[in-house]
T-cell receptor, first 114, second 111 residues
Framework: EDQVTQSPEALRLQEGESSSLNCSYT??????LFWYRQDPGKGPEFLFT???AGEEKEKERLKATLTKKESFLHITAPKPEDSATYLC???????????????FGQGTILTVHP | DAGVTQSPTHLIKTRGQQVTLRCSPK?????VSWYQQALGQGPQFIFQ???????QRGNFPDRFSGHQFPNYSSELNVNALLLGDSALYLC??????????FGPGTRLTVL
């Protein structure tokens, strides 16, 4: 069974204080690893898809990296508007019935203080 | 280009009742997935529809059922509601197994 564990559960940063969020996963054949941002009471907003170990993607102050066992979301010089819950999910490429199900971690709640 | 839309936004029901939630996918998408998100948790996969058929299902009881229409829109039905069904219900659309884009969700409260 696919599993995703995110750490820390919550992270408080001062504006400008860079840090990283971790996503550890076990999956029977990784098709893709996804990062989403979710604001309170809203649906998840897509950030990145990573497909293979060594791949990196960047968007503004965010950079996502992938190894064979984990992914990191690096936040450089965060601003208060980066405060949100960040969700990591995996999609398996195992044959048969694994068409597109996403398995999510519990999320990391990021708070950036001005 | 409209993204994924869901209705209603909020819903309050009592135990034992039935509920129907609706989802319209992003333009060009043919696949709809439904997720349940309890407070403080990550979304849990309920099922996925493609070509009007349930293609994959998560660990949810038969009380949860769905439908996809020829225009790719979808419904989620939950029968015999329990208190534990209170959650944010999320619809996601995609083109096949590509990236899933989520709607704003429907907040269901069961009293």
């Amino acid at each position: 069974e696919d599993q995703v564990t995110q750490s820390p559960e919550a992270l408080r940063l001062q504006e400008g204080e860079s840090s990283s969020l971790n996503c550890s996963y076990t999956v029977s054949g990784l098709r893709g690893l996804f990062w989403y941002r979710q604001d309170p009471g809203k649906g998840p907003e897509f950030l990145f898809t990573l497909y293979s170990a060594g791949e990196e993607k960047e968007k503004e102050r965010l950079k996502a990296t992938l190894t064979k066992k984990e992914s990191f979301l690096h936040i450089t010089a965060p601003k208060p508007e980066d405060s949100a819950t960040y969700l990591c999910a995996v999609q398996s490429n195992a044959g048969g019935t694994s068409y597109g199900k996403l398995t999510f971690g519990q999320g990391t709640i990021l708070t950036v203080h001005p | 280009d409209a993204g994924v839309t869901q209705s209603p936004t909020h819903l309050i029901k009592t135990r034992g009742q039935q509920v129907t939630l609706r989802c319209s996918p992003k333009s060009g998408h043919d696949t709809v997935s439904w997720y349940q998100q309890a407070l403080g948790q990550g979304p849990q996969f309920i099922f996925q529809y493609y070509e009007e058929e349930e293609r994959q299902r998560g660990n949810f009881p038969d009380r949860f059922s769905g439908h996809q229409f020829p225009n790719y829109s979808s419904e989620l039905n939950v029968n015999a509601l329990l208190l534990g069904d209170s959650a944010l219900y999320l619809c996601a659309s995609s083109s096949g197994r590509d990236t899933q884009y989520f709607g704003p969700g429907t907040r269901l409260t069961v009293l």
